[in-house]
Protein backbone atom coordinates (compact mmCIF):
# COMPACT_ATOMS: atom_id res chain seq x y z
CA UNK A 1 0.00 0.00 0.00
CA UNK A 2 3.30 2.55 -0.19
CA UNK A 3 2.27 2.86 -3.93
CA UNK A 4 -1.20 3.91 -2.83
CA UNK A 5 0.00 6.37 -0.01
CA UNK A 6 2.59 7.71 -3.00
CA UNK A 7 0.15 8.49 -5.28
CA UNK A 8 -2.17 9.89 -3.05
CA UNK A 9 0.90 12.72 -2.05
CA UNK A 10 1.86 13.01 -5.43
CA UNK A 11 -1.80 13.66 -7.66
CA UNK A 12 -3.97 14.77 -3.97
CA UNK A 13 -1.63 16.40 -1.86
CA UNK A 14 -2.70 14.24 1.40
CA UNK A 15 -0.29 12.26 3.62
CA UNK A 16 -2.72 9.65 4.76
CA UNK A 17 -5.90 8.26 4.02
CA UNK A 18 -9.24 8.90 6.14
CA UNK A 19 -11.44 6.78 7.54
CA UNK A 20 -12.53 3.71 5.27
CA UNK A 21 -10.74 4.71 2.07
CA UNK A 22 -7.35 2.13 2.99
CA UNK A 23 -9.43 -0.74 3.67
CA UNK A 24 -11.77 -0.38 0.27
CA UNK A 25 -8.85 0.53 -1.59
CA UNK A 26 -7.10 -2.95 -0.46
CA UNK A 27 -10.27 -4.54 -0.84
CA UNK A 28 -10.03 -3.84 -4.58
CA UNK A 29 -6.39 -4.42 -5.39
CA UNK A 30 -6.97 -7.70 -3.94
CA UNK A 31 -8.95 -8.40 -7.07
CA UNK A 32 -12.50 -8.50 -4.92
CA UNK A 33 -15.77 -7.06 -5.38
CA UNK A 34 -16.79 -4.37 -2.77
CA UNK A 35 -19.54 -2.36 -1.48
CA UNK A 36 -19.37 0.57 -0.01
CA UNK A 37 -21.08 3.05 1.79
CA UNK A 38 -20.02 6.44 3.24
CA UNK A 39 -21.76 9.30 4.05
CA UNK A 40 -21.38 12.31 2.41
CA UNK A 41 -17.93 14.52 2.85
CA UNK A 42 -15.89 10.59 2.58
CA UNK A 43 -14.03 11.12 0.03
CA UNK A 44 -15.63 7.92 -2.02
CA UNK A 45 -14.07 8.93 -5.32
CA UNK A 46 -10.54 8.39 -4.09
CA UNK A 47 -11.52 4.70 -3.24
CA UNK A 48 -11.92 3.85 -7.27
CA UNK A 49 -9.31 6.15 -8.28
CA UNK A 50 -6.01 5.56 -6.63
CA UNK A 51 -6.97 1.76 -7.11
CA UNK A 52 -7.12 2.53 -10.68
CA UNK A 53 -4.16 4.38 -10.82
CA UNK A 54 -2.46 1.55 -9.44
CA UNK A 55 -2.66 -1.04 -12.10
CA UNK A 56 -2.38 -1.20 -15.77
CA UNK A 57 -5.53 -0.68 -17.64
CA UNK A 58 -8.50 1.55 -17.05
CA UNK A 59 -11.32 2.00 -14.67
CA UNK A 60 -15.06 2.74 -16.43
CA UNK A 61 -17.38 4.74 -13.41
CA UNK A 62 -20.81 4.22 -14.37
CA UNK A 63 -23.00 7.59 -12.92
CA UNK A 64 -26.15 8.94 -13.61
CA UNK A 65 -25.19 12.57 -12.27
CA UNK A 66 -23.93 14.48 -15.65
CA UNK A 67 -22.56 17.25 -13.61
CA UNK A 68 -20.57 14.64 -11.22
CA UNK A 69 -19.06 13.36 -14.09
CA UNK A 70 -18.17 16.38 -15.45
CA UNK A 71 -17.09 17.54 -12.45
CA UNK A 72 -14.74 14.63 -11.39
CA UNK A 73 -13.44 14.62 -15.03
CA UNK A 74 -12.64 18.26 -14.67
CA UNK A 75 -10.19 17.42 -11.74
CA UNK A 76 -8.70 14.48 -12.70
CA UNK A 77 -7.47 16.79 -15.89
CA UNK A 78 -6.18 19.25 -13.47
CA UNK A 79 -4.19 16.86 -11.58
CA UNK A 80 -2.86 15.52 -15.52
CA UNK A 81 -4.71 11.96 -15.41
CA UNK A 82 -6.23 11.20 -18.46
CA UNK A 83 -10.14 10.84 -18.12
CA UNK A 84 -13.12 10.85 -20.78
CA UNK A 85 -16.96 11.42 -19.88
CA UNK A 86 -19.42 10.15 -22.45
CA UNK A 87 -22.03 12.17 -21.95
CA UNK A 88 -25.45 13.08 -23.57
CA UNK A 89 -24.92 14.87 -26.78
CA UNK A 90 -21.91 13.77 -28.42
CA UNK A 91 -22.49 12.73 -31.77
CA UNK A 92 -21.88 8.68 -32.46
CA UNK A 93 -18.59 9.75 -34.92
CA UNK A 94 -17.63 12.12 -31.63
CA UNK A 95 -17.93 8.77 -29.29
CA UNK A 96 -16.49 6.39 -31.80
CA UNK A 97 -13.28 8.57 -31.55
CA UNK A 98 -13.47 9.25 -27.95
CA UNK A 99 -13.77 5.25 -27.52
CA UNK A 100 -10.63 4.55 -29.33
CA UNK A 101 -8.67 7.29 -27.26
CA UNK A 102 -9.67 5.14 -24.64
CA UNK A 103 -8.24 1.96 -26.41
CA UNK A 104 -5.16 3.59 -27.48
CA UNK A 105 -4.40 6.63 -25.88
CA UNK A 106 -3.70 5.41 -22.16
CA UNK A 107 -6.60 7.00 -20.11
CA UNK A 108 -7.11 5.95 -16.71
CA UNK A 109 -10.89 6.77 -16.56
CA UNK A 110 -13.99 6.20 -19.07
CA UNK A 111 -16.96 7.94 -17.31
CA UNK A 112 -20.61 7.18 -18.88
CA UNK A 113 -24.15 6.82 -17.57
CA UNK A 114 -26.11 3.40 -17.49
CA UNK A 115 -27.90 4.50 -20.32
CA UNK A 116 -25.06 4.18 -22.46
CA UNK A 117 -24.47 0.42 -22.00
CA UNK A 118 -27.59 -0.41 -23.59
CA UNK A 119 -26.02 0.55 -26.73
CA UNK A 120 -25.05 -2.55 -28.31
CA UNK A 121 -22.15 -0.81 -30.57
CA UNK A 122 -20.96 1.21 -27.39
CA UNK A 123 -21.12 -2.22 -25.38
CA UNK A 124 -18.94 -4.34 -28.25
CA UNK A 125 -16.32 -1.60 -28.10
CA UNK A 126 -16.08 -1.59 -24.02
CA UNK A 127 -15.42 -5.32 -23.87
CA UNK A 128 -12.30 -4.94 -26.00
CA UNK A 129 -10.60 -2.10 -23.39
CA UNK A 130 -8.23 -3.41 -20.94
CA UNK A 131 -10.56 -2.37 -17.87
CA UNK A 132 -9.04 -2.89 -14.52
CA UNK A 133 -12.08 -2.03 -12.30
CA UNK A 134 -15.92 -0.83 -12.65
CA UNK A 135 -16.85 1.11 -10.56
CA UNK A 136 -20.91 1.60 -10.05
CA UNK A 137 -21.24 5.65 -8.11
CA UNK A 138 -24.56 6.54 -6.77
CA UNK A 139 -25.39 2.39 -6.37
CA UNK A 140 -28.93 3.08 -5.08
CA UNK A 141 -29.93 3.74 -8.10
CA UNK A 142 -30.05 -0.29 -8.88
CA UNK A 143 -32.73 -0.29 -5.91
CA UNK A 144 -36.26 0.08 -6.59
CA UNK A 145 -36.28 0.81 -3.11
CA UNK A 146 -33.47 3.57 -3.84
CA UNK A 147 -34.67 6.90 -4.15
CA UNK A 148 -33.62 7.50 -7.45
CA UNK A 149 -33.93 4.09 -9.20
CA UNK A 150 -32.85 4.01 -12.50
CA UNK A 151 -33.96 0.50 -14.71
CA UNK A 152 -31.02 1.00 -17.00
CA UNK A 153 -28.87 0.35 -14.09
CA UNK A 154 -30.37 -3.34 -13.60
CA UNK A 155 -28.07 -4.21 -17.45
CA UNK A 156 -24.66 -3.38 -15.32
CA UNK A 157 -25.05 -6.86 -14.00
CA UNK A 158 -24.45 -8.18 -17.49
CA UNK A 159 -20.70 -6.78 -17.53
CA UNK A 160 -19.98 -9.66 -15.11
CA UNK A 161 -20.39 -11.54 -17.93
CA UNK A 162 -17.71 -10.06 -20.27
CA UNK A 163 -15.17 -9.40 -16.99
CA UNK A 164 -15.54 -11.96 -14.59
CA UNK A 165 -11.51 -11.77 -13.27
CA UNK A 166 -12.68 -7.75 -12.83
CA UNK A 167 -13.88 -6.58 -9.29
CA UNK A 168 -16.63 -4.15 -9.15
CA UNK A 169 -16.68 -1.60 -6.47
CA UNK A 170 -20.32 -0.48 -5.44
CA UNK A 171 -20.37 3.00 -3.77
CA UNK A 172 -23.22 4.65 -2.30
CA UNK A 173 -23.82 7.43 0.60
CA UNK A 174 -27.31 6.64 1.57
CA UNK A 175 -28.70 3.54 1.63
CA UNK A 176 -31.45 1.39 4.32
CA UNK A 177 -30.67 -1.94 4.94
CA UNK A 178 -33.44 -3.07 2.18
CA UNK A 179 -31.71 -0.83 -0.06
CA UNK A 180 -28.02 -2.34 0.33
CA UNK A 181 -29.06 -5.69 -0.19
CA UNK A 182 -30.84 -5.02 -3.15
CA UNK A 183 -27.33 -3.49 -4.62
CA UNK A 184 -25.54 -6.66 -3.95
CA UNK A 185 -27.94 -9.10 -5.45
CA UNK A 186 -28.71 -7.30 -8.03
CA UNK A 187 -25.55 -6.08 -9.96
CA UNK A 188 -24.25 -10.24 -9.16
CA UNK A 189 -21.66 -8.91 -6.52
CA UNK A 190 -19.57 -12.10 -5.70
CA UNK A 191 -18.82 -12.02 -1.87
CA UNK A 192 -18.19 -9.01 -1.13
CA UNK A 193 -16.32 -7.03 1.68
CA UNK A 194 -18.73 -5.21 3.00
CA UNK A 195 -17.19 -1.07 4.37
CA UNK A 196 -20.19 0.68 6.10
CA UNK A 197 -19.38 4.24 7.56
CA UNK A 198 -21.54 5.03 10.58
CA UNK A 199 -24.18 7.94 9.82
CA UNK A 200 -23.76 9.13 13.25
CA UNK A 201 -21.80 12.95 12.96
CA UNK A 202 -20.82 13.32 16.38
CA UNK A 203 -20.52 16.98 15.93
CA UNK A 204 -23.55 17.99 14.63
CA UNK A 205 -26.57 18.72 17.16
CA UNK A 206 -29.86 17.98 15.17
CA UNK A 207 -32.17 20.53 16.12
CA UNK A 208 -36.10 20.79 15.01
CA UNK A 209 -37.79 23.94 16.20
CA UNK A 210 -42.13 24.70 15.47
CA UNK A 211 -42.24 28.49 15.30
CA UNK A 212 -44.25 30.86 14.41
CA UNK A 213 -41.87 33.56 12.38
CA UNK A 214 -38.95 31.56 10.94
CA UNK A 215 -37.12 34.39 9.68
CA UNK A 216 -36.95 36.08 12.86
CA UNK A 217 -35.77 32.78 14.40
CA UNK A 218 -33.34 32.84 11.64
CA UNK A 219 -31.95 36.21 12.55
CA UNK A 220 -31.92 35.03 16.53
CA UNK A 221 -29.80 31.61 15.08
CA UNK A 222 -27.38 33.72 13.30
CA UNK A 223 -26.52 36.09 15.51
CA UNK A 224 -25.76 33.72 18.28
CA UNK A 225 -23.71 31.95 15.03
CA UNK A 226 -22.17 34.11 12.80
CA UNK A 227 -19.92 31.29 10.81
CA UNK A 228 -20.58 30.52 7.27
CA UNK A 229 -24.26 28.98 7.04
CA UNK A 230 -26.47 27.56 4.45
CA UNK A 231 -30.10 27.85 4.33
CA UNK A 232 -31.82 25.63 2.31
CA UNK A 233 -35.50 26.75 1.08
CA UNK A 234 -37.58 24.93 -1.92
CA UNK A 235 -37.69 27.22 -4.90
CA UNK A 236 -35.84 29.92 -6.58
CA UNK A 237 -38.61 32.89 -4.91
CA UNK A 238 -38.11 31.99 -1.77
CA UNK A 239 -33.97 32.46 -2.86
CA UNK A 240 -34.66 35.68 -3.14
CA UNK A 241 -36.94 36.45 -0.55
CA UNK A 242 -35.02 35.06 1.97
CA UNK A 243 -31.88 36.62 0.59
CA UNK A 244 -32.73 39.62 0.53
CA UNK A 245 -35.05 40.21 3.95
CA UNK A 246 -31.52 38.98 5.71
CA UNK A 247 -29.34 41.60 4.10
CA UNK A 248 -32.19 43.74 5.14
CA UNK A 249 -31.60 43.16 8.49
CA UNK A 250 -27.61 43.86 8.48
CA UNK A 251 -27.01 40.14 7.66
CA UNK A 252 -24.35 39.45 4.47
CA UNK A 253 -26.22 37.27 2.37
CA UNK A 254 -26.20 35.85 -1.04
CA UNK A 255 -28.26 32.87 -3.32
CA UNK A 256 -27.90 29.80 -5.31
CA UNK A 257 -30.42 28.44 -7.62
CA UNK A 258 -30.92 26.16 -10.63
CA UNK A 259 -32.00 29.05 -12.37
CA UNK A 260 -28.85 31.20 -12.92
CA UNK A 261 -26.21 31.00 -15.50
CA UNK A 262 -23.09 29.59 -14.85
CA UNK A 263 -20.84 33.13 -14.31
CA UNK A 264 -23.67 34.30 -11.69
CA UNK A 265 -23.57 30.36 -9.72
CA UNK A 266 -20.04 30.93 -9.84
CA UNK A 267 -19.63 34.56 -8.85
CA UNK A 268 -22.15 33.68 -5.63
CA UNK A 269 -20.64 30.51 -4.34
CA UNK A 270 -17.20 32.29 -4.50
CA UNK A 271 -18.42 35.13 -2.73
CA UNK A 272 -20.27 32.96 0.10
CA UNK A 273 -16.96 30.30 -0.11
CA UNK A 274 -14.38 33.61 0.79
CA UNK A 275 -16.24 34.37 3.17
CA UNK A 276 -17.44 38.10 1.56
CA UNK A 277 -20.72 36.91 2.44
CA UNK A 278 -21.54 34.71 6.39
CA UNK A 279 -25.12 33.19 4.15
CA UNK A 280 -25.73 31.53 1.38
CA UNK A 281 -29.30 30.97 0.80
CA UNK A 282 -29.98 28.16 -1.77
CA UNK A 283 -32.20 25.21 -2.91
CA UNK A 284 -31.91 21.56 -3.41
CA UNK A 285 -29.08 22.52 -6.52
CA UNK A 286 -26.43 23.04 -4.43
CA UNK A 287 -24.57 21.23 -3.02
CA UNK A 288 -22.92 18.83 -5.22
CA UNK A 289 -19.03 19.00 -5.25
CA UNK A 290 -19.05 21.49 -1.83
CA UNK A 291 -16.83 21.49 0.62
CA UNK A 292 -16.56 23.86 3.59
CA UNK A 293 -15.20 23.27 6.18
CA UNK A 294 -16.25 25.81 8.72
CA UNK A 295 -19.37 25.68 7.73
CA UNK A 296 -21.79 26.41 11.22
CA UNK A 297 -25.84 26.11 10.65
CA UNK A 298 -27.20 24.09 8.14
CA UNK A 299 -31.19 25.37 8.39
CA UNK A 300 -33.94 24.22 6.43
CA UNK A 301 -36.92 26.31 6.39
CA UNK A 302 -39.00 23.67 4.55
CA UNK A 303 -39.59 20.02 4.98
CA UNK A 304 -37.03 18.24 2.34
CA UNK A 305 -38.21 15.52 0.38
CA UNK A 306 -36.53 12.81 2.38
CA UNK A 307 -34.09 11.79 5.24
CA UNK A 308 -31.85 11.23 2.41
CA UNK A 309 -31.64 14.68 1.51
CA UNK A 310 -31.97 15.92 4.64
CA UNK A 311 -29.14 14.11 5.98
CA UNK A 312 -26.48 14.61 2.98
CA UNK A 313 -27.43 18.32 3.26
CA UNK A 314 -27.18 18.84 6.86
CA UNK A 315 -24.20 17.16 6.66
CA UNK A 316 -22.92 20.10 5.27
CA UNK A 317 -22.37 21.39 8.64
CA UNK A 318 -19.05 21.23 10.73
CA UNK A 319 -16.83 19.26 8.28
CA UNK A 320 -14.14 20.09 10.34
CA UNK A 321 -15.22 18.38 13.21
CA UNK A 322 -16.58 21.74 15.52
CA UNK A 323 -19.91 21.67 16.85
CA UNK A 324 -22.28 22.98 14.25
CA UNK A 325 -26.20 22.46 13.81
CA UNK A 326 -28.85 21.12 11.74
CA UNK A 327 -32.18 22.90 12.30
CA UNK A 328 -35.08 21.80 10.83
CA UNK A 329 -37.77 25.05 11.27
CA UNK A 330 -41.81 24.07 10.82
CA UNK A 331 -45.02 25.46 10.99
CA UNK A 332 -48.50 23.70 11.11
CA UNK A 333 -48.77 24.24 7.46
CA UNK A 334 -45.88 22.87 6.37
CA UNK A 335 -47.37 19.33 6.09
CA UNK A 336 -49.55 20.38 3.75
CA UNK A 337 -47.17 22.23 1.70
CA UNK A 338 -45.19 19.51 1.52
CA UNK A 339 -47.79 16.48 0.44
CA UNK A 340 -48.93 19.60 -2.11
CA UNK A 341 -45.23 19.69 -3.41
CA UNK A 342 -44.16 16.34 -3.39
CA UNK A 343 -47.33 13.92 -3.48
CA UNK A 344 -49.94 15.58 -5.25
CA UNK A 345 -47.92 16.23 -8.78
CA UNK A 346 -46.91 12.44 -8.87
CA UNK A 347 -48.24 10.83 -11.90
CA UNK A 348 -50.12 8.14 -11.82
CA UNK A 349 -50.57 5.18 -14.56
CA UNK A 350 -53.28 6.75 -15.84
CA UNK A 351 -51.82 10.24 -16.50
CA UNK A 352 -48.42 8.43 -17.60
CA UNK A 353 -50.43 6.83 -20.24
CA UNK A 354 -52.45 9.94 -21.16
CA UNK A 355 -49.83 11.75 -21.64
CA UNK A 356 -47.43 9.33 -23.69
CA UNK A 357 -50.14 8.84 -26.31
CA UNK A 358 -50.62 12.75 -26.16
CA UNK A 359 -46.83 13.14 -26.49
CA UNK A 360 -46.61 10.76 -29.90
CA UNK A 361 -49.36 12.92 -31.06
CA UNK A 362 -47.74 15.82 -30.47
CA UNK A 363 -44.62 14.68 -32.68
CA UNK A 364 -47.00 13.01 -35.28
CA UNK A 365 -45.45 9.62 -34.63
CA UNK A 366 -47.14 6.56 -35.76
CA UNK A 367 -48.09 3.19 -34.00
CA UNK A 368 -44.55 1.38 -34.30
CA UNK A 369 -42.39 4.14 -35.43
CA UNK A 370 -40.28 6.84 -33.85
CA UNK A 371 -37.08 4.95 -32.47
CA UNK A 372 -34.06 7.16 -32.48
CA UNK A 373 -36.67 9.89 -33.72
CA UNK A 374 -35.26 13.50 -32.28
CA UNK A 375 -36.90 16.29 -31.44
CA UNK A 376 -36.95 19.87 -30.10
CA UNK A 377 -39.46 19.86 -26.82
CA UNK A 378 -41.16 22.68 -25.29
CA UNK A 379 -42.61 21.28 -22.19
CA UNK A 380 -44.68 24.61 -21.44
CA UNK A 381 -46.07 24.70 -25.02
CA UNK A 382 -46.92 20.93 -24.55
CA UNK A 383 -48.86 21.08 -21.38
CA UNK A 384 -50.56 24.36 -22.66
CA UNK A 385 -52.08 22.68 -25.65
CA UNK A 386 -53.23 19.60 -23.71
CA UNK A 387 -54.10 21.53 -20.38
CA UNK A 388 -51.96 19.49 -18.38
CA UNK A 389 -50.14 20.25 -15.45
CA UNK A 390 -46.90 21.15 -15.47
CA UNK A 391 -44.62 19.77 -12.31
CA UNK A 392 -47.21 16.61 -12.91
CA UNK A 393 -46.04 16.26 -16.60
CA UNK A 394 -42.50 17.26 -15.78
CA UNK A 395 -42.19 13.94 -13.60
CA UNK A 396 -43.66 11.79 -15.56
CA UNK A 397 -41.18 13.25 -18.45
CA UNK A 398 -38.68 12.29 -15.79
CA UNK A 399 -39.88 9.12 -15.10
CA UNK A 400 -39.81 8.20 -19.06
CA UNK A 401 -36.83 9.60 -19.26
CA UNK A 402 -35.24 7.12 -16.14
CA UNK A 403 -37.07 4.12 -17.72
CA UNK A 404 -34.86 4.82 -20.81
CA UNK A 405 -38.36 4.91 -22.95
CA UNK A 406 -36.85 8.66 -24.55
CA UNK A 407 -34.02 10.75 -23.55
CA UNK A 408 -34.68 14.19 -22.21
CA UNK A 409 -32.25 17.26 -22.16
CA UNK A 410 -32.95 19.42 -18.93
CA UNK A 411 -33.42 22.27 -20.17
CA UNK A 412 -37.00 23.83 -20.10
CA UNK A 413 -39.48 26.39 -21.80
CA UNK A 414 -38.26 30.28 -22.22
CA UNK A 415 -35.78 32.18 -19.56
CA UNK A 416 -37.19 35.17 -18.73
CA UNK A 417 -35.38 37.79 -16.41
CA UNK A 418 -36.57 41.28 -16.04
CA UNK A 419 -35.48 44.35 -13.92
CA UNK A 420 -37.07 47.73 -13.30
CA UNK A 421 -35.15 50.54 -14.43
CA UNK A 422 -37.34 53.51 -13.03
CA UNK A 423 -38.20 54.78 -9.11
CA UNK A 424 -41.37 53.04 -7.69
CA UNK A 425 -43.04 56.02 -7.52
CA UNK A 426 -42.87 56.21 -11.06
CA UNK A 427 -43.83 52.99 -11.91
CA UNK A 428 -47.00 54.11 -9.58
CA UNK A 429 -47.69 57.07 -11.88
CA UNK A 430 -47.41 55.13 -14.99
CA UNK A 431 -50.34 52.51 -14.06
CA UNK A 432 -52.48 55.45 -12.81
CA UNK A 433 -51.90 56.25 -16.80
CA UNK A 434 -52.38 52.70 -17.87
CA UNK A 435 -54.70 51.39 -15.94
CA UNK A 436 -55.34 47.77 -17.80
CA UNK A 437 -51.56 47.29 -17.26
CA UNK A 438 -52.47 47.51 -13.47
CA UNK A 439 -53.07 44.20 -12.72
CA UNK A 440 -50.24 42.57 -14.27
CA UNK A 441 -47.76 45.05 -12.83
CA UNK A 442 -49.11 45.22 -9.54
CA UNK A 443 -48.64 40.50 -9.63
CA UNK A 444 -45.07 41.14 -10.93
CA UNK A 445 -44.37 43.79 -7.85
CA UNK A 446 -46.16 41.39 -5.66
CA UNK A 447 -44.44 38.56 -6.47
CA UNK A 448 -40.78 39.55 -6.89
CA UNK A 449 -39.65 42.57 -4.23
CA UNK A 450 -36.23 42.34 -5.14
CA UNK A 451 -37.42 43.15 -8.81
CA UNK A 452 -35.98 46.71 -8.96
CA UNK A 453 -32.69 45.18 -7.26
CA UNK A 454 -31.51 43.16 -9.28
CA UNK A 455 -32.33 41.33 -12.93
CA UNK A 456 -35.27 38.80 -11.37
CA UNK A 457 -35.69 35.41 -13.33
CA UNK A 458 -39.30 35.90 -14.23
CA UNK A 459 -42.07 32.68 -14.30
CA UNK A 460 -44.69 33.54 -16.83
CA UNK A 461 -47.47 31.06 -16.31
CA UNK A 462 -47.34 32.31 -12.36
CA UNK A 463 -48.02 36.32 -12.64
CA UNK A 464 -50.31 35.12 -15.95
CA UNK A 465 -52.55 33.04 -12.78
CA UNK A 466 -52.19 36.08 -10.68
CA UNK A 467 -53.15 38.50 -12.52
CA UNK A 468 -56.26 37.16 -14.08
CA UNK A 469 -54.70 37.41 -17.67
CA UNK A 470 -53.76 35.42 -20.32
CA UNK A 471 -49.85 34.52 -20.87
CA UNK A 472 -49.89 36.27 -24.53
CA UNK A 473 -51.43 39.61 -22.39
CA UNK A 474 -48.78 39.67 -20.23
CA UNK A 475 -46.38 38.87 -22.27
CA UNK A 476 -47.61 42.04 -24.83
CA UNK A 477 -47.47 44.50 -21.13
CA UNK A 478 -43.74 43.21 -20.84
CA UNK A 479 -43.05 43.97 -24.62
CA UNK A 480 -44.38 47.79 -24.12
CA UNK A 481 -42.71 48.65 -20.74
CA UNK A 482 -39.22 47.69 -22.47
CA UNK A 483 -40.08 49.54 -25.48
CA UNK A 484 -40.43 52.77 -23.34
CA UNK A 485 -37.31 51.53 -21.14
CA UNK A 486 -39.35 50.68 -17.55
CA UNK A 487 -37.94 47.72 -17.70
CA UNK A 488 -34.53 45.66 -18.98
CA UNK A 489 -36.21 42.66 -20.57
CA UNK A 490 -34.12 39.33 -21.52
CA UNK A 491 -35.85 36.28 -23.31
CA UNK A 492 -34.26 33.40 -23.96
CA UNK A 493 -35.52 30.13 -25.69
CA UNK A 494 -34.09 27.49 -23.75
CA UNK A 495 -36.37 24.50 -25.70
CA UNK A 496 -35.30 20.68 -24.60
CA UNK A 497 -33.79 17.84 -26.78
CA UNK A 498 -36.42 14.55 -26.66
CA UNK A 499 -34.91 11.44 -28.57
CA UNK A 500 -37.52 8.60 -28.69
CA UNK A 501 -35.56 5.63 -27.22
CA UNK A 502 -38.49 3.11 -28.45
CA UNK A 503 -40.83 2.46 -31.08
CA UNK A 504 -44.38 3.78 -30.07
CA UNK A 505 -46.18 0.76 -28.22
CA UNK A 506 -48.73 2.92 -26.39
CA UNK A 507 -50.54 0.66 -23.78
CA UNK A 508 -47.92 -2.07 -23.99
CA UNK A 509 -45.03 0.54 -23.12
CA UNK A 510 -46.75 1.90 -20.25
CA UNK A 511 -47.51 -1.41 -18.65
CA UNK A 512 -44.27 -2.66 -18.89
CA UNK A 513 -42.58 0.36 -16.61
CA UNK A 514 -46.36 0.80 -14.85
CA UNK A 515 -44.80 -1.45 -11.76
CA UNK A 516 -41.83 0.61 -11.14
CA UNK A 517 -44.18 3.83 -10.94
CA UNK A 518 -46.09 2.33 -8.58
CA UNK A 519 -43.22 1.04 -6.48
CA UNK A 520 -41.41 5.05 -6.85
CA UNK A 521 -44.76 6.60 -5.89
CA UNK A 522 -45.07 4.55 -2.93
CA UNK A 523 -41.69 5.05 -1.78
CA UNK A 524 -42.21 8.73 -1.99
CA UNK A 525 -45.04 8.46 0.17
CA UNK A 526 -43.51 6.31 2.87
CA UNK A 527 -40.01 8.66 2.65
CA UNK A 528 -42.07 12.11 3.25
CA UNK A 529 -43.93 10.14 6.14
CA UNK A 530 -40.49 8.96 7.81
CA UNK A 531 -39.52 13.08 7.73
CA UNK A 532 -43.31 13.99 9.22
CA UNK A 533 -42.48 11.26 11.78
CA UNK A 534 -39.05 12.91 12.53
CA UNK A 535 -40.43 16.28 13.29
CA UNK A 536 -42.95 15.01 15.03
CA UNK A 537 -41.39 12.80 17.40
CA UNK A 538 -41.57 14.32 20.95
CA UNK A 539 -39.51 11.15 22.87
CA UNK A 540 -36.60 10.43 21.25
CA UNK A 541 -33.40 11.78 20.48
CA UNK A 542 -33.45 13.34 16.80
CA UNK A 543 -29.77 11.66 16.10
CA UNK A 544 -31.06 8.11 17.24
CA UNK A 545 -33.95 8.75 14.71
CA UNK A 546 -31.93 9.22 11.79
CA UNK A 547 -29.51 6.66 12.55
CA UNK A 548 -32.36 4.00 13.24
CA UNK A 549 -33.77 5.11 9.49
CA UNK A 550 -30.43 3.97 8.02
CA UNK A 551 -29.95 0.64 9.99
CA UNK A 552 -27.85 1.88 12.65
CA UNK A 553 -28.87 0.96 15.77
CA UNK A 554 -28.25 3.11 19.51
CA UNK A 555 -29.23 2.62 22.67
CA UNK A 556 -27.14 6.07 24.18
CA UNK A 557 -28.79 9.38 23.09
CA UNK A 558 -26.41 12.21 21.41
CA UNK A 559 -27.15 15.06 24.14
CA UNK A 560 -27.06 18.07 21.74
CA UNK A 561 -29.91 17.62 19.86
CA UNK A 562 -33.01 19.76 20.13
CA UNK A 563 -34.99 16.74 22.57
CA UNK A 564 -31.73 16.08 24.49
CA UNK A 565 -31.46 19.56 25.28
CA UNK A 566 -35.01 19.82 26.30
CA UNK A 567 -34.45 16.91 28.55
CA UNK A 568 -31.88 18.77 30.00
CA UNK A 569 -33.99 21.24 31.63
CA UNK A 570 -34.52 20.49 35.14
CA UNK A 571 -37.57 19.49 36.18
CA UNK A 572 -37.66 22.65 38.87
CA UNK A 573 -36.98 25.17 36.47
CA UNK A 574 -39.93 24.20 33.90
CA UNK A 575 -42.00 24.19 37.09
CA UNK A 576 -41.14 27.69 38.11
CA UNK A 577 -41.20 28.28 33.95
CA UNK A 578 -44.54 27.38 33.76
CA UNK A 579 -45.98 29.00 36.78
CA UNK A 580 -44.30 32.35 35.17
CA UNK A 581 -46.13 32.33 32.31
CA UNK A 582 -49.41 31.39 33.62
CA UNK A 583 -49.17 34.37 35.46
CA UNK A 584 -48.44 36.64 32.74
CA UNK A 585 -51.38 34.99 30.92
CA UNK A 586 -53.31 35.69 34.00
CA UNK A 587 -52.49 39.83 32.72
CA UNK A 588 -52.65 39.42 28.67
CA UNK A 589 -52.38 37.04 25.86
CA UNK A 590 -48.73 36.76 24.87
CA UNK A 591 -47.23 35.05 21.61
CA UNK A 592 -44.18 33.11 22.59
CA UNK A 593 -41.61 36.35 21.47
CA UNK A 594 -43.69 38.29 24.00
CA UNK A 595 -43.40 35.32 26.45
CA UNK A 596 -39.92 35.09 25.70
CA UNK A 597 -38.52 38.72 26.12
CA UNK A 598 -40.41 38.60 29.88
CA UNK A 599 -39.34 35.87 31.21
CA UNK A 600 -35.66 35.81 30.08
CA UNK A 601 -35.75 32.17 28.85
CA UNK A 602 -34.01 30.81 25.57
CA UNK A 603 -36.60 29.70 22.66
CA UNK A 604 -36.35 26.23 23.08
CA UNK A 605 -36.88 26.34 26.81
CA UNK A 606 -40.39 28.41 26.65
CA UNK A 607 -41.33 26.46 23.37
CA UNK A 608 -41.05 23.10 25.58
CA UNK A 609 -42.64 24.89 28.57
CA UNK A 610 -45.65 25.88 26.06
CA UNK A 611 -46.13 22.36 24.57
CA UNK A 612 -46.79 20.87 27.55
CA UNK A 613 -49.25 23.32 28.86
CA UNK A 614 -50.88 22.91 25.48
CA UNK A 615 -50.81 18.94 26.17
CA UNK A 616 -52.90 19.65 29.22
CA UNK A 617 -54.92 22.19 28.49
CA UNK A 618 -53.95 24.83 30.56
CA UNK A 619 -53.85 27.24 27.38
CA UNK A 620 -54.97 27.34 24.09
CA UNK A 621 -53.58 29.34 20.91
CA UNK A 622 -55.94 31.82 19.40
CA UNK A 623 -55.95 32.60 15.43
CA UNK A 624 -53.80 35.42 16.10
CA UNK A 625 -50.52 33.25 17.34
CA UNK A 626 -51.20 34.42 20.42
CA UNK A 627 -51.40 32.12 23.86
CA UNK A 628 -54.55 32.27 26.26
CA UNK A 629 -55.29 30.68 29.36
CA UNK A 630 -58.18 28.30 28.99
CA UNK A 631 -61.28 29.43 31.07
Not at 487 to 515: G, M, P, Q
Amino acid sequence: MQEAVAILQKYWKHDKFRSLQYEIIDSVLSGQDTFALMPTGGGKSVCFQIPAMINEGICLVISPLVALMKDQVANLQKRNIKAIALTGGIRSDEMIDLLDNCQFGNYKFLYLSPERLQSDWIMDRIKNLPINLITIDEAHCVSQWGHDFRPAYLKISALKKHFPQTPFLALTATATPRVKEDIINELGLHKPHIFEKSFARENIAYMVFEVEDKVFRIEQILKKNPQPSIIYVRNRKSCLDISSQLNSLGFKATYYHGGLSSKEKDKNMQSWMDEEMQIIVATNAFGMGIDKANVKTVIHIQLPENIENYYQEAGRAGRNGERAFAILLTSPSDIIQAESQFINILPDKKFLNLMYIKLCNYFRIAYGEGINEQFTFNLHHFCLKYEFPTLKTYNAMQFLDRQGIVSLSQEFSEKITLQFLIPSKEVIRYMSLNPNDEEIILAILRTYPGIYEMQTAFNLQLIAKKSNHKETEVLAVLHKLKEKEIIEYHSKNNDATLIFNEVREDDKTINRVSKYLENQNQLKKEQLQSVIQYINEKKLCKNKLILNYFGEITTVDCGICSFCITKKIKKKDVTLLSKEIITLLQAEDLNSRDIQNKTKNSPDEVISVLQDLLENNTILVKPNNKYTLRS
